[in-house]
C-alpha cells in the first residue's frame, strides 16, 4: 500500500533569504538521491490561517520501502545536520488510501 509521506515546516531563516533557498535545495538533492523516494515536491504554503511555510512531500511504494528510507544514512544525516538546527517548527503527516 503506497504512503505519501508529509511534512510542513518552519524555517528558522527568512523568507526568500539565501539560507532558505539552500536548505530547501540540499533538501530536495538529499531526499531525492534516497532510493525508493518517488514524486517529491516542495511547496509554499500561502494560508494565513498557518504560520507552517513549506512542505515536503514524497510517496513510498509501501512501509518496508519506507521503513528503508527512515534509516537510511543520508536521511539520518540530513535530519541530525540540516533539519534539527533549522526547522523551527514542523508537522508530519503519513497517509495511505
Known amino acids: 500500500m503506497p504512503i505519501q509521506h508529509t511534512v510542513v515546516f518552519r524555517l528558522i531563516h ?9 536548505f530547501l535545495a ?5 531526499l531525492t538521491s534516497i532510493p525508493g523516494v518517488g514524486d ?14 513549506h512542505q ?3 510517496v513510498f511504494a509501501d512501509q518496508s520501502v519506507y521503513d528503508a528510507y527512515d ?3 543520508a536521511h539520518r544525516a540530513f535530519v541530525a545536520e540540516r533539519w534539527v538546527p533549522e526547522v523551527a517548527e514542523f508537522q508530519e503527516y503519513d ?3
Open 95 to 97: 497517509f495511505v488510501e
Open 56 to 58: 515536503f512531500s514524497m
Open 40 to 53: 517529491f515536491t516542495i511547496r509554499r504554503q500561502v494560508s494565513a490561517k498557518s504560520d507552517l511555510t
Open 71 to 73: 534509516a537510511h544514512p
Open 26 to 30: 540540499t533538501g530536495h538533492a538529499v
Open 14 to 22: 527568512p523568507a526568500g533569504s539565501a539560507e532558505e533557498q539552500e
